[in-house]
Every structure is written in C-alpha cells, then in structure tokens.
C-alpha cells in the first residue's frame, strides 16, 4: 500500500489555496454558533446586547406554547417524511436497477422535483390542496359533489399536506444516492441467488439491502439536515397556520429573529436545535465513517 | 486606466451636480407595491426638484421587516442611510437607546410642529421630549369594507357598528354568499380581534388590555365570545389567505365583507370601485371610534459626514409640507397628519378619518404600547384561539400570559 510520495511543494501549494476555505468556514460557521450561544445566555432585543441573564431565554423558550408545538410538529413531519422518502426512493432506485427501457428517462422525471425550489413545489401543493380552487374544487366541478380534499385548511391533516409535499420534492435525491449503491453491489450475487431459487423481491430485502447501510446512513443524515431547515414549504404553502397547526422550529427563529426583535429568544431556539441535531446525527456519522473504514480495509 | 481616470470622473459628476452633491439622501423604504411606489415616488420628485439627489433604496418583503433588518445592521456597521422608514411605535426605540439616532428639534420648532401635530401623533414621535421621527402618514386597521350589491341583494340594511354588520351578515349568509372574507393569517386574525375588542369596549377596554396588560375584564371576556362567534361567518377557504385576495372576494361580490385596514382602499381603487357607490366603509368600533394611530414615520441615524444633516433636515421640512402630504397621502391609501390640508379630493372613506383626527379621536396603536416580541405573542394566542376549540377560559389565559411577556 505504498503511495508514491508527493512533492512536499505541491502538498503546500494545495493546503494554501484551501486556507481561505477553512478560515471562512471557521469564522463564517464556527464563529456565527458560538455567537449565537452568546447571545442565548443575554437580554438582547433588536441589538446585541452585553449582558448575562443566565438560562432566562431558554426558561421563556419551553414555556412558550407556539414553541412546544413547533417541536412537535417538527417530530411528526420526522416520521412522515424521513420513512416516506426513504421508502418511495428505494422503490423507485430499484425499478430503475431492473434495467428498464428509458431508464435516463425515469431518472430524469425522478430527480426533476428536487431541481424546484421549495416555494414553487409549495406553490403548487397549495394550489391543488386549497379547497377553492384545488382538486376539490376540479373534482366537485365535474360533478363529485361530496369530493373533500382540504388538508391544508384543516388543522388536524395540514402536517400531512405538508409531509406530501416534501416527499414529492425531496424521493428523488434519495433514489439516486441508493441508486449509486445498487450499482455498486455485485451482479454475481444475483446469480449465485437465482441457482438457490431466491426470489428478486427476497433477493432484495435480504441480501441487498443490508449491504447499503452507508448509503442509508448518507441518505438520512441529508433528510435530517433538510427536515431541520424546513421553512420555505411551510410558509408558502400555510404561513404555519391554520393557527399554530404547522408552524415549524425554523419559522419560529426566523419570526423572532426579524419580525419580532427579540434575537435572544431565537438564538435560544437555534442552540436548542443545534443541541438537539447533533445528538442524533453525531452517532450515526460516527458510525458511518467506521464501517466506511472497514470496508475500504477489506478491499 | 480605470483607476485614474476616477478621481477625474468624480470631479466631473461633482460639477454636473453642483452643490446638489452635497443633499444626496438615501432612504430605505418598503414601499414596493404599485400605490406605494408611486407615492415614495412624490417625495423623490419634491425632494430631486428642491435640487437633492434621491437615492432610492426599497427593500420589499416581510411587512418590513427585512427592510428594519437592513436599517438595523447597517446602523450598527457604520454605514447608516440618510433616512428610513418605520411604524409608529417602538420598533426603533433601541436605535434612539443606541444614541444613533439624530433628533428633530431644530425642524420641528422651525416648523411650529408642536402646534402643527395633534396632541397623540406628537407623543408617538417623541421620546423623553425630543422629536426622533417624522410623520408622513395615518394608516388605519380597523375598518369594514362591504359589497354595496351583495348587501342590497340579501336585503340587507348598510351597517354602521359591529351589532348591525351581524344582522346583516346572517341576510347573506341566507342568501347563499359567504358574509365575512377573512385571510386566515396571524396578523390578519389579530385585526380582526382588535376590531372586536374596539367595537366591545372602546378605548377603556382596548387601554386596559394594552396598556394595563390586564385581560381579567368582563369587556374582554365578552369580546373573546364574540370574535368566536365571527367564525360561523367565514369560509372553509380561509387559513393561509392572503388579505389581497380577501379583499377581492369582497370586489368581485363573492363575499360581503371584510375586516382590513385602510391599505385595502388600494385594491378597491385598482379595481375602478368608487367609495359610497359599489363599495362601502365603517370603522369596526362604530361611528366614533377612537383612531388607532398606525402607519409611517422616517428616521435619520447620525451620520460622519458633516454635511448630512443638511440633507436630513430638508428630507424632514419636505415630508411634512402641506402640499406633499396630500400628495403622497392619496397615493398610499392614508390620511394626512395634519389638519390644515384640502380635504375635497379625497373619498368619503378618508374623510371620516380626517374628521377623527380633527375630533382628536386618536388612540395609542399597539405597536406603540407594546415591543413587536410581545405584539406577536399576543396575535399567536389569538390566532391559537380562532382556529382550535379552545374554550374561551383557555384563550384569555394565552393571552394574558403573552401580554405580560
């Protein structure tokens, strides 16, 4: 496993042209968190103020009810869209690997939704779930009079509306990190397994798929991030209501942030989920990067 | 090249310009909008005839909040402009806190304003007895606007209080229209509350929620009822509506009222509806409801140049003139801050509020009462309330609780 040695100049040259990329990312990312922690432990409003006032702003944050809610929110939409996309983007990554006709086709009209931003894809769900002009409506003209279809005014269905439109956005990307992962399994497998009389869909579930822990890692660790950052879906599509019904963790710092003056509050909220996405994702990209190591050791 | 020939370009632009270089003003506004864009527009014009250099600066978005964003920032950086927009109220009061804010005694006695503005307007501007902001305008929330046709066909008598707009409104709704257009949004929820509230108990009540932060009263009790009871009024197409398209409802008679500050007035007007003819106004709190003051002040943040004060204070002297007040004021919907002004150009709408002010009908809006953190606490909770069946015990505890935030 010797590598032939590099230039020593090289090796400097390449370390100086990365040496603004990982300033700026320590003083742009490290710096603007521990900022932001500062700021949680003081008074400030509009300003940033000096001042030390303990855990008063955190005390405030879970007595707040559109906070509380807002987490919760945030749990469910976790469940809805994390096991649906990872579902429907397995689904689709293995329709693709059975060598289908067209298959850049497929792969193309897959990965299409991702390329819209989140204020159109939310445009567009809101359009057809809006009962006044939507699919209830269409349907209702074409004489379905007791069509209901009205997820996003209904306080207890609009999470799911929600959910619906993330999944439609977000299976692509998904597909195509599994995709890449069944390209990578061998084919001999599938005929050692066929001698054995296995068929395809156990052939899948029991030999495949336990071989694409990473890329089940890679996948989720991104679904997380995304889910985390929800905000433009959830404004365009409900601006969080009806009432409180969807408001989610990200509207609710950005709203104190601009809207409400109150940057301590929000900077609050934000550490709180920092804290909390990186106790869930620490592990898992802890361990992704153990079984990465083992496999390129055995080959 | 370049770099020399632009100390050369700049002596030129100087020349051409005269000392006009010296009155240059940039102003942040969040005035985007057709009718508000054509009214910052007066001001521009005013301010490049008097022989200054305008230099527009709009930032849309947010009900201005990206734009106090903006403001703040650059504030805090060292690069403040020369004037920017805000509400009346406390939304720059940590500027003022800051010290970084000019004041405005010397065009303010130059100008006469404590006798020019009327005794509420004056507060609002003035902190610990300095003028820190100019006036331009009086936006009012609570007003009902209705379907003149939508009434006559359900055989409905044309309200003037919140008691006969519910009779009237039960005509339409047997008569198949939707009686009330609302836009299911917070701030729109909170409107609609605060019209209640004012038509409930008038200015005792509306003080004594807002400024006392006491929300223990049977007024406000009663109140809380009957803003449920507006509910049964709506459609099922409500939440998440935006209030543009509400008011639309109310334009092409899908629907024969709705609950929406004067700002609405623009739409109706855009859509060649004439006041008192196919469109008709009250104020949510009945004929002689107090004026909740609301709308536009600019600020001047200090400034390193020596010779920017100058241009604030022309700025400020413009804004306030007679003749740019009417001018501005029938571009943007709003009512002049100042009595002295010719009143017959404007419809009928505007004048009842012209004749409020007059009255010295004018209350303390809740931005003025309360920090932006504690006006949005409080409009949650009643967003919470109308679209939950939380009992009317639960939502006033909500609210009190956000009041006292």
Known sequence: MARPARPRRLNLALHAALLPLAITALLAYVGSVLWSIRISFSSSKLFPRDDWVGLDQFVRLFETDRWNVSVQHLGILALIYIVGVIVLGTLMAIFIDQQVKGESWFRTIFLYPYAMSFVVTGLIWQWLFNPNLGLQHAFRMMGWESFILDWTVRT??????????????????????????????????????????????????????????????????????????????????????????????????????????????ASAASVVMLVTVFTVLAPLLYWRSRVQARLSAGH | MTFRSAPIVGALLAVLAGTASAQKAEVIHWWTSGGEAAAIKEFANAYTKAGGTWVDTPIAGGGGAQARTVMANRTMGGDPPTAAQYNYGRQYEEIIKAGLLNDLDDVATKGNWDKLLPEKIKNAVKVNGKYFAVPVNLHNENWVWYNKAVLAKAGAKEPTTLDEMFAAMDKVKASGVTPLALGGQGWQEGITFRGVLLATGGQDLFLKVFKDKDASTPGFRKAVETFRKLKGYVDSGSPGRDWNLATGMVIEGKAAFQMMGDWAKGEFVNAGKVAGKDYGCFMAGGPKMPYQIGGDVFVFPKQKAADAAAAQKKLAEMMISPEMQVAFNNKKGSIPIRTDVDTSKMDICAQMGVQAVKEGRLLQGTNELMSPDVVGAFEDAVSKFWNSNQSVDDGIKAMQAALKR
């Open chain 1, 156 to 265: 207890d269905m609009v999470l799911y509306a929600i959910g619906l439109a993330m999944i439609w956005q977000g299976s692509g990307t998904t597909m195509a990190i599994i995709l890449a992962a069944l390209r990578g399994v061998d084919e001999e497998q599938w005929k050692a397994a066929r001698l054995d009389g296995v068929s395809k869909p156990r052939y899948y579930l029991s030999v495949v798929l336990p071989q694409l822990g990473p890329a089940y890692a890679t996948a989720f660790v991104l679904l997380a991030v995304a889910l985390v950052r929800t905000f433009d879906v959830v404004v365009v599509m409900t601006s969080g209501g009806p009432g409180d019904a969807s408001e989610v963790p990200a509207k609710f710092i950005v709203d104190h942030l601009f809207g409400r003056n109150n940057i301590a509050l």
